[in-house]
Protein backbone atom coordinates (compact mmCIF):
# COMPACT_ATOMS: atom_id res chain seq x y z
CA UNK A 1 0.00 0.00 0.00
CA UNK A 2 2.51 2.70 1.04
CA UNK A 3 4.73 4.15 -1.97
CA UNK A 4 8.10 5.28 -2.64
CA UNK A 5 8.64 8.61 -3.65
CA UNK A 6 11.39 9.85 -5.88
CA UNK A 7 12.14 13.67 -6.12
CA UNK A 8 14.69 14.68 -8.76
CA UNK A 9 16.06 18.01 -9.45
CA UNK A 10 12.76 20.36 -8.13
CA UNK A 11 12.98 23.88 -8.64
CA UNK A 12 9.57 26.01 -7.08
CA UNK A 13 8.61 28.96 -8.24
CA UNK A 14 5.76 31.48 -6.71
CA UNK A 15 5.82 33.81 -10.23
CA UNK A 16 9.24 34.34 -10.83
CA UNK A 17 10.22 33.91 -7.24
CA UNK A 18 12.40 30.80 -6.95
CA UNK A 19 11.33 29.70 -3.27
CA UNK A 20 13.10 26.35 -3.50
CA UNK A 21 16.12 25.35 -5.42
CA UNK A 22 16.69 22.10 -6.69
CA UNK A 23 15.84 19.36 -4.10
CA UNK A 24 16.44 15.52 -4.67
CA UNK A 25 15.52 13.06 -2.32
CA UNK A 26 13.94 9.63 -1.88
CA UNK A 27 11.35 8.98 0.70
CA UNK A 28 11.20 5.18 1.34
CA UNK A 29 7.66 3.63 2.24
CA UNK A 30 6.33 2.60 5.47
CA UNK A 31 8.90 5.22 7.22
CA UNK A 32 8.49 8.40 8.23
CA UNK A 33 10.66 11.51 7.22
CA UNK A 34 10.76 14.48 9.06
CA UNK A 35 11.07 17.84 6.96
CA UNK A 36 13.40 20.35 9.69
CA UNK A 37 14.49 24.02 9.04
CA UNK A 38 14.06 27.69 9.59
CA UNK A 39 10.94 28.95 9.23
CA UNK A 40 10.75 30.47 5.64
CA UNK A 41 13.28 27.86 4.03
CA UNK A 42 10.69 26.40 1.76
CA UNK A 43 9.86 23.10 4.13
CA UNK A 44 5.99 23.32 3.53
CA UNK A 45 6.10 24.74 0.18
CA UNK A 46 8.56 21.82 -0.86
CA UNK A 47 5.84 19.39 1.07
CA UNK A 48 3.33 21.06 -0.68
CA UNK A 49 4.88 20.11 -4.31
CA UNK A 50 4.86 16.21 -3.09
CA UNK A 51 0.78 16.15 -3.69
CA UNK A 52 0.24 19.18 -6.06
CA UNK A 53 -1.11 21.06 -3.10
CA UNK A 54 0.50 24.22 -4.10
CA UNK A 55 -0.94 24.67 -7.26
CA UNK A 56 -3.81 25.95 -5.22
CA UNK A 57 -1.58 29.11 -4.66
CA UNK A 58 -1.99 31.68 -7.94
CA UNK A 59 1.39 31.76 -9.66
CA UNK A 60 3.00 28.86 -7.91
CA UNK A 61 4.61 25.97 -10.33
CA UNK A 62 7.41 23.49 -10.70
CA UNK A 63 10.09 22.10 -12.47
CA UNK A 64 11.67 18.64 -11.94
CA UNK A 65 10.50 15.06 -11.19
CA UNK A 66 8.24 13.75 -8.55
CA UNK A 67 7.85 9.97 -8.68
CA UNK A 68 5.47 7.85 -6.57
CA UNK A 69 6.87 4.62 -6.94
CA UNK A 70 7.21 4.81 -10.93
CA UNK A 71 4.46 7.10 -11.92
CA UNK A 72 5.26 10.98 -12.37
CA UNK A 73 2.89 12.98 -10.74
CA UNK A 74 3.56 15.95 -12.66
CA UNK A 75 3.29 13.75 -16.31
CA UNK A 76 1.14 15.08 -18.63
CA UNK A 77 -2.47 12.90 -18.28
CA UNK A 78 -1.86 13.37 -14.80
CA UNK A 79 -5.09 14.57 -12.89
CA UNK A 80 -4.02 16.67 -9.95
CA UNK A 81 -7.01 16.01 -7.88
CA UNK A 82 -6.28 11.96 -8.14
CA UNK A 83 -2.80 12.17 -6.63
CA UNK A 84 -4.36 14.05 -4.13
CA UNK A 85 -5.96 10.86 -3.41
CA UNK A 86 -3.31 8.96 -3.57
CA UNK A 87 -1.29 11.29 -1.38
CA UNK A 88 -3.44 12.64 1.74
CA UNK A 89 -2.58 15.73 4.09
CA UNK A 90 -2.68 17.14 7.58
CA UNK A 91 -2.42 20.65 8.11
CA UNK A 92 -1.34 22.98 10.30
CA UNK A 93 -4.26 24.03 11.88
CA UNK A 94 -7.00 21.40 12.36
CA UNK A 95 -9.39 22.19 10.06
CA UNK A 96 -12.60 19.66 10.13
CA UNK A 97 -15.73 20.77 7.69
CA UNK A 98 -18.08 23.23 10.41
CA UNK A 99 -21.07 22.28 8.76
CA UNK A 100 -20.64 18.46 9.01
CA UNK A 101 -20.80 16.07 12.17
CA UNK A 102 -17.75 14.09 13.42
CA UNK A 103 -19.71 10.87 11.15
CA UNK A 104 -19.34 12.83 7.94
CA UNK A 105 -16.19 14.88 8.62
CA UNK A 106 -14.52 11.22 8.69
CA UNK A 107 -16.44 10.00 5.26
CA UNK A 108 -16.15 13.16 3.83
CA UNK A 109 -13.75 12.55 1.17
CA UNK A 110 -15.78 9.61 0.05
CA UNK A 111 -18.89 11.46 0.07
CA UNK A 112 -17.50 14.16 -1.68
CA UNK A 113 -16.39 12.31 -4.07
CA UNK A 114 -19.89 10.73 -4.73
CA UNK A 115 -18.73 7.67 -4.19
CA UNK A 116 -21.31 5.06 -3.41
CA UNK A 117 -21.51 3.43 -0.03
CA UNK A 118 -23.95 1.46 1.85
CA UNK A 119 -24.59 2.64 4.93
CA UNK A 120 -23.12 -0.73 6.92
CA UNK A 121 -20.01 0.18 5.01
CA UNK A 122 -19.60 3.96 5.91
CA UNK A 123 -20.22 3.05 8.98
CA UNK A 124 -17.56 0.57 8.91
CA UNK A 125 -14.83 2.75 7.27
CA UNK A 126 -15.88 5.65 10.20
CA UNK A 127 -15.09 3.25 12.47
CA UNK A 128 -12.12 1.87 10.93
CA UNK A 129 -10.84 5.20 10.32
CA UNK A 130 -11.26 6.97 14.03
CA UNK A 131 -9.67 3.75 15.45
CA UNK A 132 -6.85 4.29 13.10
CA UNK A 133 -6.71 7.99 14.27
CA UNK A 134 -6.80 6.57 18.41
CA UNK A 135 -10.35 8.67 18.56
CA UNK A 136 -12.84 6.14 18.55
CA UNK A 137 -13.11 5.95 21.91
CA UNK A 138 -13.22 9.75 22.50
CA UNK A 139 -16.39 10.43 20.17
CA UNK A 140 -18.00 7.13 19.46
CA UNK A 141 -21.22 8.35 21.58
CA UNK A 142 -21.27 11.49 19.90
CA UNK A 143 -20.50 11.30 15.82
CA UNK A 144 -23.52 13.25 15.00
CA UNK A 145 -22.12 16.26 17.20
CA UNK A 146 -20.44 18.89 15.16
CA UNK A 147 -17.17 18.45 14.80
CA UNK A 148 -16.16 21.79 15.75
CA UNK A 149 -17.42 21.01 18.95
CA UNK A 150 -13.56 18.69 19.39
CA UNK A 151 -10.85 19.82 21.19
CA UNK A 152 -7.98 21.23 19.55
CA UNK A 153 -6.11 17.70 19.49
CA UNK A 154 -8.93 15.74 18.96
CA UNK A 155 -9.81 17.82 15.40
CA UNK A 156 -6.69 17.10 14.55
CA UNK A 157 -7.22 13.26 15.36
CA UNK A 158 -10.05 14.01 13.49
CA UNK A 159 -8.60 15.42 10.82
CA UNK A 160 -5.73 12.57 10.16
CA UNK A 161 -8.94 10.16 10.18
CA UNK A 162 -10.49 11.69 7.56
CA UNK A 163 -7.06 12.00 5.60
CA UNK A 164 -6.89 8.35 6.29
CA UNK A 165 -10.49 7.16 5.83
CA UNK A 166 -9.98 8.01 1.51
CA UNK A 167 -6.99 5.19 1.77
CA UNK A 168 -4.05 7.33 0.42
CA UNK A 169 -0.52 5.45 -0.05
CA UNK A 170 1.15 8.51 1.09
CA UNK A 171 0.75 11.20 4.12
CA UNK A 172 2.18 14.65 4.26
CA UNK A 173 1.97 16.42 7.49
CA UNK A 174 2.62 19.75 7.90
CA UNK A 175 3.36 20.60 11.26
CA UNK A 176 0.32 18.62 12.68
CA UNK A 177 1.15 19.64 16.43
CA UNK A 178 2.31 22.97 16.47
CA UNK A 179 -0.91 24.13 17.69
CA UNK A 180 -1.12 21.62 20.18
CA UNK A 181 -0.12 21.00 23.99
CA UNK A 182 1.93 17.69 25.12
CA UNK A 183 -0.46 15.48 25.42
CA UNK A 184 -2.46 15.92 22.25
CA UNK A 185 1.28 16.01 20.55
CA UNK A 186 2.14 12.75 22.27
CA UNK A 187 -1.17 11.33 21.20
CA UNK A 188 -0.37 12.06 17.36
CA UNK A 189 3.08 11.05 17.79
CA UNK A 190 1.76 7.56 19.09
CA UNK A 191 -0.43 7.60 16.37
CA UNK A 192 2.35 8.61 13.69
CA UNK A 193 4.27 5.68 14.72
CA UNK A 194 1.28 3.47 14.15
CA UNK A 195 0.31 4.61 10.65
CA UNK A 196 4.24 4.08 9.44
CA UNK A 197 3.22 0.43 9.03
CA UNK A 198 0.87 1.22 6.26
CA UNK A 199 1.83 4.73 5.09
CA UNK A 200 4.58 6.12 3.45
CA UNK A 201 4.61 9.81 6.24
CA UNK A 202 6.61 13.21 5.55
CA UNK A 203 6.04 15.20 8.10
CA UNK A 204 6.84 19.07 8.63
CA UNK A 205 7.74 20.11 11.88
CA UNK A 206 9.71 22.83 14.16
CA UNK A 207 10.27 20.83 17.11
CA UNK A 208 13.38 19.24 16.68
CA UNK A 209 12.38 16.41 19.81
CA UNK A 210 9.71 15.88 17.84
CA UNK A 211 11.98 14.86 14.45
CA UNK A 212 13.89 12.57 16.64
CA UNK A 213 11.49 10.76 18.12
CA UNK A 214 9.03 10.24 15.07
CA UNK A 215 11.09 10.09 11.86
CA UNK A 216 13.48 7.47 10.71
CA UNK A 217 15.08 10.11 7.93
CA UNK A 218 15.08 14.03 8.55
CA UNK A 219 15.90 16.16 5.99
CA UNK A 220 17.39 19.62 7.03
CA UNK A 221 16.37 22.73 5.13
CA UNK A 222 18.09 26.28 5.39
CA UNK A 223 17.74 29.19 2.76
CA UNK A 224 21.33 30.94 1.71
CA UNK A 225 19.99 34.16 2.90
CA UNK A 226 16.68 36.26 3.18
CA UNK A 227 15.12 36.88 -0.88
CA UNK A 228 17.29 33.57 -1.58
CA UNK A 229 15.66 30.46 -2.06
CA UNK A 230 15.42 27.66 0.19
CA UNK A 231 17.65 24.47 -0.45
CA UNK A 232 18.10 21.10 0.95
CA UNK A 233 20.90 21.11 3.14
CA UNK A 234 21.15 17.51 4.04
CA UNK A 235 19.46 14.33 4.48
CA UNK A 236 20.32 11.27 6.83
CA UNK A 237 19.02 8.67 8.98
CA UNK A 238 17.66 10.52 12.07
CA UNK A 239 20.13 9.35 14.35
CA UNK A 240 23.36 9.91 12.28
CA UNK A 241 21.34 13.85 11.55
CA UNK A 242 21.02 14.60 15.09
CA UNK A 243 24.60 12.86 16.32
CA UNK A 244 27.23 13.98 13.88
CA UNK A 245 25.65 15.45 10.51
CA UNK A 246 28.06 15.96 7.61
CA UNK A 247 27.76 19.74 7.00
CA UNK A 248 28.41 22.65 10.00
CA UNK A 249 25.14 23.85 8.72
CA UNK A 250 22.70 21.23 9.96
CA UNK A 251 25.01 21.00 13.16
CA UNK A 252 24.62 24.83 14.24
CA UNK A 253 20.66 24.23 13.55
CA UNK A 254 20.20 21.39 15.63
CA UNK A 255 22.76 22.42 18.63
CA UNK A 256 21.09 25.93 18.48
CA UNK A 257 23.78 27.62 17.12
CA UNK A 258 22.07 29.25 14.40
CA UNK A 259 23.30 31.56 12.06
CA UNK B 1 2.85 39.35 53.55
CA UNK B 2 -0.60 38.96 53.97
CA UNK B 3 -0.97 40.67 57.56
CA UNK B 4 0.67 43.67 55.82
CA UNK B 5 -1.84 44.11 53.56
CA UNK B 6 -4.81 43.13 55.44
CA UNK B 7 -4.02 45.93 58.07
CA UNK B 8 -3.57 48.88 55.43
CA UNK B 9 -3.81 51.72 58.18
CA UNK B 10 -1.34 50.17 60.33
CA UNK B 11 1.96 51.60 59.32
CA UNK B 12 3.00 55.09 59.45
CA UNK B 13 2.08 57.72 56.65
CA UNK B 14 5.56 57.07 54.84
CA UNK B 15 4.37 52.77 54.68
CA UNK B 16 4.26 52.10 50.56
CA UNK B 17 1.72 49.53 50.54
CA UNK B 18 -0.77 51.16 53.29
CA UNK B 19 -0.28 54.47 50.93
CA UNK B 20 -0.91 52.69 47.52
CA UNK B 21 -4.12 50.96 49.36
CA UNK B 22 -6.57 54.00 48.98
CA UNK B 23 -5.82 54.48 44.87
CA UNK B 24 -7.06 50.97 44.31
CA UNK B 25 -10.11 51.86 45.97
CA UNK B 26 -12.37 54.79 44.52
CA UNK B 27 -15.96 55.33 45.13
CA UNK B 28 -18.75 53.98 43.17
CA UNK B 29 -22.10 55.69 42.37
CA UNK B 30 -24.80 53.35 43.23
CA UNK B 31 -26.52 51.41 39.93
CA UNK B 32 -29.72 53.23 40.17
CA UNK B 33 -27.34 56.58 39.94
CA UNK B 34 -28.08 56.90 35.93
CA UNK B 35 -31.95 56.52 35.66
CA UNK B 36 -32.28 58.45 38.91
CA UNK B 37 -30.02 61.96 37.24
CA UNK B 38 -31.95 61.23 33.92
CA UNK B 39 -35.74 61.43 35.45
CA UNK B 40 -34.20 64.00 37.49
CA UNK B 41 -32.88 66.13 34.41
CA UNK B 42 -36.04 65.41 32.87
CA UNK B 43 -38.36 67.16 35.66
CA UNK B 44 -36.32 69.93 35.68
CA UNK B 45 -35.90 70.46 32.17
CA UNK B 46 -39.66 70.49 32.11
CA UNK B 47 -40.19 72.86 34.88
CA UNK B 48 -37.68 75.12 33.57
CA UNK B 49 -39.00 75.48 30.39
CA UNK B 50 -42.70 75.42 31.47
CA UNK B 51 -41.32 78.10 34.05
CA UNK B 52 -40.23 80.35 30.86
CA UNK B 53 -43.70 79.57 29.17
CA UNK B 54 -41.75 77.61 26.51
CA UNK B 55 -42.76 74.35 27.54
CA UNK B 56 -42.25 71.96 24.87
CA UNK B 57 -41.76 68.32 24.38
CA UNK B 58 -38.67 67.96 22.01
CA UNK B 59 -37.05 70.69 23.73
CA UNK B 60 -37.62 69.56 27.27
CA UNK B 61 -35.81 66.17 25.68
CA UNK B 62 -33.01 67.99 23.96
CA UNK B 63 -32.01 70.09 27.78
CA UNK B 64 -32.86 66.99 29.56
CA UNK B 65 -29.89 64.65 27.57
CA UNK B 66 -27.73 67.63 28.30
CA UNK B 67 -28.33 68.28 31.67
CA UNK B 68 -28.18 64.31 32.31
CA UNK B 69 -24.77 64.57 30.24
CA UNK B 70 -23.67 67.23 32.16
CA UNK B 71 -24.91 65.85 35.55
CA UNK B 72 -23.73 62.38 35.49
CA UNK B 73 -20.27 63.80 34.38
CA UNK B 74 -20.17 66.08 37.68
CA UNK B 75 -21.55 63.56 39.78
CA UNK B 76 -19.67 60.82 38.58
CA UNK B 77 -16.06 63.44 39.12
CA UNK B 78 -16.92 64.50 41.96
CA UNK B 79 -17.64 60.60 44.05
CA UNK B 80 -15.85 58.35 41.61
CA UNK B 81 -12.96 59.76 39.37
CA UNK B 82 -12.34 61.42 36.00
CA UNK B 83 -11.47 58.45 34.21
CA UNK B 84 -15.40 56.96 35.64
CA UNK B 85 -16.67 60.17 34.64
CA UNK B 86 -15.91 60.03 31.05
CA UNK B 87 -16.79 56.70 30.49
CA UNK B 88 -20.08 57.53 31.77
CA UNK B 89 -20.60 60.40 29.60
CA UNK B 90 -19.60 59.10 26.72
CA UNK B 91 -22.04 56.55 27.24
CA UNK B 92 -24.60 58.45 28.03
CA UNK B 93 -23.69 59.71 24.42
CA UNK B 94 -23.70 56.32 23.11
CA UNK B 95 -27.46 56.06 24.55
CA UNK B 96 -28.73 59.30 22.99
CA UNK B 97 -27.14 58.97 19.36
CA UNK B 98 -28.69 55.50 19.57
CA UNK B 99 -32.21 57.16 20.66
CA UNK B 100 -31.50 59.53 18.05
CA UNK B 101 -31.27 56.66 15.10
CA UNK B 102 -34.36 55.20 16.86
CA UNK B 103 -37.08 57.84 16.68
CA UNK B 104 -37.32 57.93 12.97
CA UNK B 105 -37.76 54.06 12.83
CA UNK B 106 -40.02 54.11 15.94
CA UNK B 107 -42.05 57.11 14.38
CA UNK B 108 -42.59 55.89 10.64
CA UNK B 109 -43.62 52.11 12.16
CA UNK B 110 -45.98 53.66 14.69
CA UNK B 111 -47.88 55.92 11.97
CA UNK B 112 -47.53 53.34 9.33
CA UNK B 113 -49.38 51.14 12.24
CA UNK B 114 -51.84 53.84 13.52
CA UNK B 115 -52.92 54.96 9.74
CA UNK B 116 -53.03 51.34 8.15
CA UNK B 117 -54.62 49.36 10.97
CA UNK B 118 -57.97 51.44 10.06
CA UNK B 119 -58.54 49.97 6.75
CA UNK B 120 -56.25 46.65 7.59
CA UNK B 121 -58.64 43.81 7.48
CA UNK B 122 -59.76 40.41 6.10
CA UNK B 123 -61.94 42.02 3.73
CA UNK B 124 -58.87 44.69 2.43
CA UNK B 125 -56.23 41.82 2.29
CA UNK B 126 -59.25 39.31 0.49
CA UNK B 127 -60.91 41.40 -2.70
CA UNK B 128 -59.41 43.69 -5.34
CA UNK B 129 -60.90 47.04 -7.10
CA UNK B 130 -62.36 45.42 -9.78
CA UNK B 131 -65.40 47.68 -10.37
CA UNK B 132 -64.62 50.31 -7.73
CA UNK B 133 -64.76 53.57 -8.14
CA UNK B 134 -61.88 55.67 -6.35
CA UNK B 135 -63.73 57.37 -3.87
CA UNK B 136 -66.16 54.32 -2.79
CA UNK B 137 -66.35 52.63 0.73
CA UNK B 138 -64.78 49.10 -0.97
CA UNK B 139 -61.85 47.76 -2.76
CA UNK B 140 -59.16 45.96 -1.82
CA UNK B 141 -55.32 45.20 -2.06
CA UNK B 142 -55.77 41.60 -3.26
CA UNK B 143 -54.58 41.84 -6.95
CA UNK B 144 -51.66 44.38 -5.49
CA UNK B 145 -50.29 41.35 -3.31
CA UNK B 146 -50.52 39.10 -6.50
CA UNK B 147 -48.47 41.58 -8.10
CA UNK B 148 -45.82 42.20 -5.98
CA UNK B 149 -45.66 38.74 -4.82
CA UNK B 150 -45.33 37.21 -8.62
CA UNK B 151 -43.24 40.26 -9.87
CA UNK B 152 -40.93 39.52 -7.28
CA UNK B 153 -40.62 35.92 -7.00
CA UNK B 154 -39.89 35.61 -10.56
CA UNK B 155 -37.55 38.85 -10.28
CA UNK B 156 -35.59 36.37 -7.41
CA UNK B 157 -35.80 33.59 -10.13
CA UNK B 158 -33.49 35.91 -12.65
CA UNK B 159 -31.70 37.15 -10.53
CA UNK B 160 -30.50 34.49 -7.86
CA UNK B 161 -28.70 32.09 -10.15
CA UNK B 162 -27.22 34.62 -12.24
CA UNK B 163 -26.12 36.58 -9.13
CA UNK B 164 -24.80 33.70 -6.90
CA UNK B 165 -23.24 32.29 -9.76
CA UNK B 166 -21.16 35.45 -10.91
CA UNK B 167 -20.04 35.92 -7.18
CA UNK B 168 -18.81 32.45 -7.14
CA UNK B 169 -16.79 33.11 -10.46
CA UNK B 170 -15.56 36.07 -8.57
CA UNK B 171 -14.31 34.65 -5.81
CA UNK B 172 -13.59 30.92 -6.89
CA UNK B 173 -12.46 31.08 -10.45
CA UNK B 174 -12.26 34.79 -11.27
CA UNK B 175 -8.93 36.19 -11.66
CA UNK B 176 -7.43 38.94 -14.31
CA UNK B 177 -8.89 41.59 -16.55
CA UNK B 178 -12.32 39.70 -16.85
CA UNK B 179 -12.88 39.56 -12.82
CA UNK B 180 -11.79 42.58 -12.51
CA UNK B 181 -14.31 44.12 -15.17
CA UNK B 182 -16.87 42.45 -13.59
CA UNK B 183 -16.87 43.63 -10.58
CA UNK B 184 -16.37 47.67 -11.90
CA UNK B 185 -19.51 46.92 -13.88
CA UNK B 186 -21.71 45.37 -10.78
CA UNK B 187 -20.62 48.04 -8.64
CA UNK B 188 -21.90 50.69 -11.37
CA UNK B 189 -24.99 48.61 -11.57
CA UNK B 190 -25.30 48.96 -7.82
CA UNK B 191 -25.75 52.71 -8.24
CA UNK B 192 -28.38 52.55 -11.04
CA UNK B 193 -30.87 54.73 -10.36
CA UNK B 194 -33.91 52.57 -10.29
CA UNK B 195 -36.44 54.73 -12.38
CA UNK B 196 -33.53 53.92 -15.21
CA UNK B 197 -33.65 50.27 -15.03
CA UNK B 198 -37.21 50.81 -15.85
CA UNK B 199 -36.94 53.12 -19.05
CA UNK B 200 -33.81 50.27 -20.22
CA UNK B 201 -36.80 47.69 -19.72
CA UNK B 202 -39.11 49.90 -21.41
CA UNK B 203 -36.97 49.91 -23.88
CA UNK B 204 -36.21 46.59 -24.29
CA UNK B 205 -39.33 45.40 -24.31
CA UNK B 206 -40.37 48.01 -26.81
CA UNK B 207 -37.45 46.57 -29.26
CA UNK B 208 -38.33 43.55 -28.50
CA UNK B 209 -42.62 43.17 -28.12
CA UNK B 210 -43.27 46.46 -29.79
CA UNK B 211 -45.01 50.03 -28.54
CA UNK B 212 -47.32 49.48 -25.35
CA UNK B 213 -46.46 46.01 -24.36
CA UNK B 214 -46.92 46.39 -20.36
CA UNK B 215 -46.80 43.53 -18.11
CA UNK B 216 -45.67 41.81 -14.97
CA UNK B 217 -42.38 40.31 -16.84
CA UNK B 218 -41.07 43.32 -17.89
CA UNK B 219 -41.60 44.73 -13.74
CA UNK B 220 -39.66 41.77 -12.83
CA UNK B 221 -36.78 42.30 -15.32
CA UNK B 222 -36.49 45.73 -14.05
CA UNK B 223 -36.46 44.76 -10.93
CA UNK B 224 -33.77 41.58 -11.54
CA UNK B 225 -31.57 44.51 -13.11
CA UNK B 226 -31.74 46.26 -9.65
CA UNK B 227 -31.24 43.43 -7.63
CA UNK B 228 -28.43 41.35 -9.02
CA UNK B 229 -25.47 43.37 -8.17
CA UNK B 230 -26.83 43.59 -4.86
CA UNK B 231 -26.71 39.70 -5.07
CA UNK B 232 -23.47 39.89 -6.38
CA UNK B 233 -21.94 41.77 -3.61
CA UNK B 234 -23.17 40.23 -0.73
CA UNK B 235 -22.60 36.62 -1.73
CA UNK B 236 -19.11 37.71 -2.83
CA UNK B 237 -18.36 39.00 0.46
CA UNK B 238 -20.14 36.19 2.40
CA UNK B 239 -17.78 33.32 0.00
CA UNK B 240 -14.77 35.50 0.69
CA UNK B 241 -15.35 35.04 4.47
CA UNK B 242 -15.23 30.90 3.66
CA UNK B 243 -11.70 30.20 5.15
CA UNK B 244 -9.20 29.17 2.77
CA UNK B 245 -8.00 26.13 4.89
CA UNK B 246 -11.32 24.53 4.88
CA UNK B 247 -11.07 24.42 0.73
CA UNK B 248 -7.48 22.81 1.26
CA UNK B 249 -8.82 20.48 2.97
CA UNK B 250 -11.10 19.36 0.49
CA UNK B 251 -8.37 19.55 -2.24
CA UNK B 252 -6.21 17.83 -0.34
CA UNK B 253 -8.86 14.74 0.08
CA UNK B 254 -8.81 15.05 -3.51
CA UNK B 255 -12.32 16.24 -4.13
CA UNK B 256 -12.49 18.58 -7.64
CA UNK B 257 -12.64 21.75 -7.28
CA UNK B 258 -16.42 22.07 -8.35
CA UNK B 259 -17.68 19.74 -5.53
CA UNK B 260 -15.53 21.76 -3.11
CA UNK B 261 -17.74 24.76 -4.08
CA UNK B 262 -20.96 23.05 -3.94
CA UNK B 263 -20.27 20.80 -0.67
CA UNK B 264 -18.10 22.65 1.17
CA UNK B 265 -17.56 26.04 0.09
CA UNK B 266 -21.43 26.83 -0.34
CA UNK B 267 -23.11 24.90 3.15
CA UNK B 268 -20.60 27.02 5.03
CA UNK B 269 -21.85 30.47 3.79
CA UNK B 270 -25.43 29.41 3.16
CA UNK B 271 -26.29 31.49 6.50
CA UNK B 272 -25.00 34.52 4.92
CA UNK B 273 -25.80 34.02 1.46
CA UNK B 274 -29.73 33.70 2.20
CA UNK B 275 -29.51 36.80 4.61
CA UNK B 276 -27.74 39.10 1.85
CA UNK B 277 -30.23 37.85 -1.18
CA UNK B 278 -33.67 38.51 1.06
CA UNK B 279 -32.05 42.02 2.07
CA UNK B 280 -31.78 42.24 -2.37
CA UNK B 281 -35.67 41.34 -2.14
CA UNK B 282 -36.58 43.30 0.45
CA UNK B 283 -34.31 45.99 -1.58
CA UNK B 284 -36.59 45.90 -4.36
CA UNK B 285 -40.08 44.94 -3.65
CA UNK B 286 -40.40 48.16 -2.55
CA UNK B 287 -39.27 49.57 -5.62
CA UNK B 288 -41.88 51.75 -7.05
CA UNK B 289 -40.91 53.45 -10.05
CA UNK B 290 -39.22 50.76 -12.58
CA UNK B 291 -42.85 49.21 -11.68
CA UNK B 292 -45.20 52.09 -12.88
CA UNK B 293 -42.79 51.89 -15.78
CA UNK B 294 -43.43 48.53 -16.93
CA UNK B 295 -45.42 46.71 -15.42
CA UNK B 296 -48.40 49.89 -15.53
CA UNK B 297 -50.07 51.98 -12.64
CA UNK B 298 -53.90 51.39 -13.31
CA UNK B 299 -54.58 47.84 -13.54
CA UNK B 300 -57.60 46.62 -10.66
CA UNK B 301 -58.06 43.75 -11.82
CA UNK B 302 -56.31 40.37 -10.40
CA UNK B 303 -54.35 39.21 -12.79
CA UNK B 304 -51.43 36.15 -12.05
CA UNK B 305 -49.95 36.22 -15.82
CA UNK B 306 -46.88 37.92 -16.07
CA UNK B 307 -46.89 37.99 -19.13
CA UNK B 308 -49.74 38.96 -19.85
CA UNK B 309 -51.66 42.59 -19.53
CA UNK B 310 -50.74 45.10 -16.23
CA UNK B 311 -50.24 44.24 -12.99
CA UNK B 312 -51.26 45.96 -9.85
CA UNK B 313 -48.18 45.92 -7.44
CA UNK B 314 -48.12 47.24 -3.56
CA UNK B 315 -46.16 50.24 -3.77
CA UNK B 316 -47.54 51.74 -7.18
CA UNK B 317 -50.79 50.87 -5.43
CA UNK B 318 -49.70 53.04 -2.71
CA UNK B 319 -48.44 55.91 -5.03
CA UNK B 320 -51.99 55.86 -7.12
CA UNK B 321 -53.98 55.96 -4.22
CA UNK B 322 -52.01 58.76 -2.92
CA UNK B 323 -52.20 60.45 -6.09
CA UNK B 324 -56.25 60.00 -5.89
CA UNK B 325 -56.06 62.23 -3.08
CA UNK B 326 -59.59 61.46 -1.43
CA UNK B 327 -59.70 60.26 2.34
CA UNK B 328 -60.68 56.83 1.14
CA UNK B 329 -57.52 56.71 -0.91
CA UNK B 330 -55.56 58.04 1.81
CA UNK B 331 -56.71 54.83 4.17
CA UNK B 332 -56.12 52.79 1.16
CA UNK B 333 -52.49 53.82 0.72
CA UNK B 334 -51.71 53.57 4.43
CA UNK B 335 -53.48 49.97 4.66
CA UNK B 336 -51.18 48.49 1.38
CA UNK B 337 -47.90 50.32 3.16
CA UNK B 338 -49.26 48.50 6.21
CA UNK B 339 -49.19 45.23 4.24
CA UNK B 340 -45.91 45.64 2.20
CA UNK B 341 -43.38 46.29 5.61
CA UNK B 342 -45.54 43.01 7.12
CA UNK B 343 -44.66 41.39 4.15
CA UNK B 344 -40.68 42.65 4.32
CA UNK B 345 -40.67 41.37 7.88
CA UNK B 346 -41.92 38.23 7.21
CA UNK B 347 -39.35 37.80 4.44
CA UNK B 348 -37.01 39.04 7.62
CA UNK B 349 -38.36 36.49 9.70
CA UNK B 350 -37.78 33.50 7.29
CA UNK B 351 -34.00 34.65 6.37
CA UNK B 352 -33.42 34.48 10.33
CA UNK B 353 -34.92 31.24 10.62
CA UNK B 354 -32.72 29.62 7.49
CA UNK B 355 -29.69 31.16 8.57
CA UNK B 356 -30.20 29.34 12.12
CA UNK B 357 -31.37 26.28 10.51
CA UNK B 358 -28.18 26.23 8.17
CA UNK B 359 -25.52 28.00 10.06
CA UNK B 360 -22.59 25.88 11.03
CA UNK B 361 -22.87 24.51 14.46
CA UNK B 362 -20.57 24.86 16.93
CA UNK B 363 -21.59 23.16 20.26
CA UNK B 364 -21.02 20.05 21.93
Redesign the interface.
Known sequence: MAKRIDVSGLHVYYGDFLAVEDVSMTIEPRSVTAFIGSSGCGKSTFLRTL?R?HE?T?GARVEGKVMLDDMDIYGPDVDP??????I??V?Q?A?P???MSIYDNVI??A????QRMSKAQADDLVERSLRGANLWEEVKD?LN??G??LSGGQQQRL?IA??TA?EPTVLLMDEPCSALDPISTLAIEDLIHKLKENYTIVIVTHNMQQAARVSDQTAFFNLAGTGKPGKLIEMDETNKIFTKPEKQETENYITGRFG | MTTTTRTPSTGASGDGPAQRQPRLLSGSLPRFAPPAVLVAAALVSAGVLAALGAFSWPGTAVLAAVLYLVAIGALSTAVENGRKAKDRMVTGVVYICFALAMLPLVSLLSTVLVNGLERLDGYFLTVSMNGVTPSMDAGGVYHAIVGTVAITLMAAVISIPIGLFTAIYLVEYG?GRLAKAITFFVDVMTGIPSIVAGLFVVALWMMLFGPGETNGAAGAVSLSVLMIPVVVRSSEEMLRLV?N????????????KW??IV??VL??A?AGLTTGIMLALARVIGETAPLVLTAGSSAVAINWNLFDGQMMSLPVFIYAQVRMGGAINMERAWAAALTLIVIVMLLFLAARLISRF?A?????
Not at chain 1, 81 to 86: A, D, L, M, N, T
Not at chain 1, 111 to 114: A, F, M, S, Y
Not at chain 2, 245 to 256: C, D, H, I, T
Open positions: NMVPVQVRREGMFKNFPTAGKLNNRKPAGCRAV | KPELREASYALGVPLTKVPTIFPKLGR
